[in-house]
């Protein structure tokens, strides 16, 4: 069983920075491939951003830029550094083994316009 504990969403005004974290219990972090998703009022989750295990990063085309994905696998922690955020990042963020039904239990990030 791994669990996923998020931390560092807010309120944030726009153009301003956010740092997300989610720290994760259980043995192969250091192996998984580690994702972040949003979901938006009204709107279905979707992806933002993806770190493998040996860091190779992935993003979505609308974060691309301005945000940032890490991994410290000494304490089983991924990060999503967020910058120039805009009133449409606001959304529950989410942190996800990926591929696996383990999900945090997500993390508002509110940008104020």
């Known amino acids: 069983q791994v669990q996923l504990v998020e931390s560092g969403g807010g309120l944030v005004q726009a153009g301003g920075s956010l740092r997300l974290s989610c720290a994760a219990s259980g043995s192969t972090f250091g192996r998984s491939r580690m994702g972040w998703y949003r979901q938006a009022p009204g709107k279905q989750r979707e992806f933002v951003a993806d770190i493998t295990s040996g860091g190779t990063t992935n993003y979505a085309d609308s974060v691309k830029g301005r945000c940032t994905i890490s991994r410290d696998n000494a304490k089983n922690t991924v990060y999503l550094q967020m910058n120039r955020l805009t009133p449409e990042d606001t959304a529950v963020y989410y942190c996800?083994?990926?591929?696996?039904?383990?999900w945090g239990q997500g993390n508002q990030v509110t940008v104020s316009s």
């Open positions: 996800n083994v990926s591929g696996t039904s383990y």
